[in-house]
């Protein structure tokens, strides 16, 4: 059994039809959502905003692979096009690993390029760590610490004014 911590988020076409269809798709490994958040886009100025969300799955068959070949068919079936000259550029549907946990609640480590675990970047970006503290208050970014102190440290705490919660787009479970 693994445990994970997957962020969503998408800029082009029907975002907020996207969002909630990868949760949809997601409905038998999802524990919890969190709120939509809308945000300006990172890295790349120029393009749309973002809708973000985080997702806490759980599954007794998936390994940290599993949960990145689940991630990469939800941005497939979303149309995701990836342009190697944009890396930060816009896009249908990104869902990213952020960390994974074994059955034993030990975090996943990996260095295979393809699936850095926990995320290299998570531990930076607010528009990963304030959805994921309204699923998990007492969440603890592997190698990094406590979500919490991560919000007020820098560059995340000068990004965190800019997130703009979305209560009119509610993501949920069908369960």
Do not use: K
Not at 121 to 148: E, M, S
Not at 152 to 173: G, H, I, Q, W, Y
């Amino acid at each position: 059994m693994s445990r994970a911590v997957l962020a969503l988020g998408g800029n082009l076409g029907d975002r907020y039809g996207r969002l909630r269809d990868a949760v949809r798709a997601l409905d038998d490994v999802l524990l919890v959502v969190s709120g939509i958040y809308e945000t300006s886009p990172w890295g790349d100025p120029a393009q749309p905003d973002y809708l973000n969300a985080v997702a806490l799955v759980v599954d007794p068959d998936a390994d940290a692979r599993s949960w990145l070949d689940r991630c990469r068919a939800l941005e497939r079936a979303a149309g995701r096009e990836r342009d190697p000259t944009r890396p930060y550029g816009p896009r249908s549907l990104d869902v990213d690993v952020i960390a994974v946990w074994s059955a034993d609640d030990t975090p996943v480590r990996s260095d295979d390029p393809e699936l850095i675990l926990p995320h290299p970047r998570a531990h930076l970006r607010a528009f990963v760590l304030r959805p994921w503290i309204d699923i998990q208050p007492y969440g603890q970014l592997p190698g990094h610490g406590w979500l919490t102190d991560l919000l007020n440290r820098e560059p995340v705490a000068t990004d965190l004014p800019e997130l703009r919660p979305r209560p009119d787009l509610p993501l949920e479970s069908i369960q």
